[in-house]
């Protein structure tokens, strides 16, 4: 059972592993979000620190973001309560934390458990951390809870809000096509009906017109000449 606490910056869960065990169990359902963290070198619990509220387009477009957007100060708390938490690391002056996001961990068949490697080795970064500094690794210790958690159900939820935003941005991306398409018709059509009546074609109209007139006009005189003709012969 994986302990939890929230961080005292108030955006963060944090998320640890008691045993390899547990880590395997946080890897299997972390979010791929998730900012995972471990000594480097030495064996570790698995820290993972999961932002609260999450700009979901920033997530599907810059996911590395998240990690560049970590203040400082919860960057040397996330290192420290880590390094506090690996058996030969404590000892250590200071050790090297390797962290990256969560969808970058590689979990394959027949590693040990708690085991991971990367998919991308150049979206690992490193954060050297001192000395154990008491103040917030006591401070962290105080606040943490152990509690049962579902992380499976946790992840399908989330998993779920994330495709329901996606499904919304497509519904919302096939509106604006369809209104472009509809924008662009009603411009096409507009052009063929002025192409239609143009002055050209109005005054070769007109001109048609006024010969049939005059045609008709004169075969009714030629007619009204043929009628008198006819009364000569009365």
Same mark, same amino acid.
């Given at each position: 059972? =994986?302990?939890?606490?929230? #961080? ?5 869960? +944090?998320y640890v ?14 979010? =791929?979000?998730? $900012? ?21 387009? %920033?997530? @599907?477009?810059?996911?590395?973001? @998240? +990690?560049?957007?970590?203040? !400082? ?13 690996? $058996?030969?690391?404590? !000892?250590?002056?200071?050790?090297? +934390? ?6 970058? @961990? &590689? ?12 998919? *991308? ?5 490193? /954060? ?6 008491? *103040?917030?690794c006591n401070?962290? !210790? ?8 579902? @992380? ?13 935003? $996606?499904?919304?941005? &497509? ?7 369809? %209104? ?10 507009? &052009? /063929? ?7 050209? *074609? ?16 004169? &075969? ?5 000449? #043929? ?6 012969? +009365?």
């Amino acid at each position: 059972m =994986p302990y939890y606490y929230d #961080s005292e910056f108030g955006d963060y869960t +944090i998320y640890v592993g008691e045993d390899k065990y547990e880590n395997d169990d946080l890897i299997k359902y972390s979010w =791929p979000e998730d $900012i995972w963290f471990h000594v480097d070198n030495f064996s570790s619990a698995h820290l993972y620190l999961r932002k609260k509220d999450v700009d979901e387009e %920033e997530i @599907l477009k810059n996911p590395m973001k @998240l +990690i560049e957007d970590v203040p !400082k100060e919860v960057m040397e708390a996330m290192c420290q309560i880590v390094k506090d938490n690996s $058996i030969k690391g404590r !000892k250590e002056k200071s050790v090297r +934390i390797v962290y990256t996001l969560a969808s970058n @961990l &590689k979990k394959t068949k027949g590693m040990e458990a708690g085991q991971v490697s990367f998919y *991308k080795e150049n979206l690992r970064k490193y /954060h050297r951390v001192g000395e154990r500094d008491s *103040k917030i690794c006591n401070h962290y !210790k105080k606040q943490r809870e152990w509690k049962t958690i579902d @992380l499976k159900k946790e992840l399908e939820e989330r998993i779920a809000r994330q495709q329901a935003y $996606i499904n919304k941005k &497509k519904r919302e991306k096939k509106k604006e096509e369809d %209104e472009e398409k509809e924008r662009r018709k009603k411009i096409r059509d507009q &052009k /063929h009906y002025v192409g239609f009546f143009d002055d050209t *074609k109005a005054q070769s109209n007109k001109k048609n017109v006024f010969e049939m007139e005059q045609s008709i006009e004169e &075969k009714a005189e030629s007619d009204d000449e #043929s009628f008198d003709s006819d009364e000569d012969f +009365i």
